[in-house]
């Protein structure tokens, strides 16, 4: 018999009221989401070019920042386990979707890039360091079930 598996779940809570019998240059995009067991919620909207609010996060954004996201913590877990030393971690990710010539096509993220900045204090070769980028990368759960082109561009510096 085979040994049962977990499954994680995730779930959300989104909340929106408006009216869209005011026409569609009109309505408000703007709604929350939550997902507990976090109390915090997240005010969001479209993208500015689909007539959102640019003070908002939109749903476009937040998919980069959970690859980067994810990317981070899958790093942070292999080097802990290689007994690498990282004591900051930036990145400056950025995320491409092209609108498809005639508009009939469905829209996409097509490509992420991913630039970590990671300090170490190690003296783990740079190929070594490349080495348990790929490896995350490889277990990051997000990029794992994205479609997107997603390429991880790391810098690495010592402390």
């Known amino acids: 018999m085979a040994a049962a ?10 909340s929106w009221t408006g009216s869209t019998g005011v026409g569609y240059d009109a309505y408000t995009r703007a709604h929350a989401v939550t997902a507990a067991p976090a109390s915090a ?3 969001l909207s479209s993208d500015p070019a689909f007539r959102g609010d640019p ?11 959970a690859a980067s996201s ?7 877990a292999v ?5 690498i030393d990282v004591v900051e971690y930036t990145d400056e990710a950025s995320a491409e979707m ?7 096509a469905p829209m996409w993220i097509e490509r992420i890039v991913l630039r970590p ?5 190690s003296d783990a070769s740079e190929d070594r ?5 790929e490896l995350a990368h490889r277990e990051c759960f997000i990029a794992n079930s994205l479609r997107s082109e997603m390429t991880i561009e790391p810098t690495f510096v010592r402390a």
């Open 5 to 14: 598996h977990s499954v994680h779940r995730y779930a959300t809570r989104l």
């Open 41 to 43: 919620d997240l005010q």
């Open 55 to 65: 003070a908002l996060l939109n749903p476009e954004a937040l998919l980069l920042a």
């Open 70 to 76: 994810c990317q981070l913590l899958a790093f942070l």
């Open 79 to 83: 080097a802990a386990r290689a007994r």
């Open 98 to 104: 092209p609108e498809p010539a005639g508009g009939s």
């Open 117 to 121: 900045r990671v300090v170490v204090r």
């Open 129 to 133: 360091l490349r080495r348990l980028c």
